[in-house]
């Protein structure tokens, strides 16, 4: 069973529909208990980090999720989720993230046209599991202002070009992040979600 967590922030119904078009049970919860009987783990999101983050503590979620990782099973962050799992956020300064990797989430650029949205090539930059049967620079569907920034630039296995180099895909032992919406990144985004539920 996959559970996605339901902190009040993001398109949940979306992703679900597209993990079980993938052929696997999804159970959208908002109990952190949950975790504990999950084979994987998907953390979504959309809107402010500091807003969401303060929704993630309330509803008791940061606990659940460092043991569920340190449990060694699946975690993927999609969007604002894998934004979440850096230290900070230019976005809502004071607010601490759940740090399960060093750095931060920037801004663009004020000259940059924002959000980044639509289409883009996401080029790979490291291997992941995720990338099987993706090709090189295909197109995923983006929709953010700000962007990630970590410390061990190592970790970061996929970029796209908005203006520059732009990390946009992470990966270190079980925990992996997208920037973009594979749920909605029609035929490549499901088979990336495929990847996920065959780990």
């Not at 931060?104 to 980044?116: C, G, L, T």
């Not at 079980?174 to 088979?191: M, T, Y």
Request: proline share 5%; net charge negative.
């Amino acid at each position: 069973m996959i559970y996605i967590i339901d902190y009040n922030a993001g398109n949940l119904r979306s992703v679900q529909k597209a993990v079980e078009n993938c052929g696997a049970a999804a159970r959208i919860t908002s109990a952190p208990d949950d975790l504990k009987k999950a084979d994987k783990v998907i953390f979504p999101g959309v809107g402010a980090f500091g807003h969401a983050m303060e929704a993630v503590e309330e509803f008791g979620f940061v606990e659940a999720i460092c043991r569920f990782i340190d449990s060694g099973k699946p975690f993927l962050g999609i969007c604002l989720g894998m934004q979440l799992m850096l230290e900070a956020s230019e976005e809502s300064p004071g607010v601490t993230g759940l740090s399960l990797f060093k750095g931060a989430v920037r801004r663009f650029a004020k000259n940059i046209k924002v959000p980044h949205l639509g289409w883009n090539q996401v080029r790979h930059v490291g291997t992941c599991p995720l990338w099987e049967n993706i090709p090189d620079s295909s197109y995923f569907y983006f929709a953010h202002s700000y962007f990630i920034d970590p410390e061990n630039r190592h970790v970061v296995v996929g970029e796209t070009d908005y203006f520059g180099a732009v990390p946009v895909a992470i990966h270190f032992d079980n925990v992996f992040g997208l920037q973009f919406h594979p749920e909605k990144s029609q035929q490549l985004g499901l088979r990336i979600l495929k990847n996920f539920v065959n780990l």
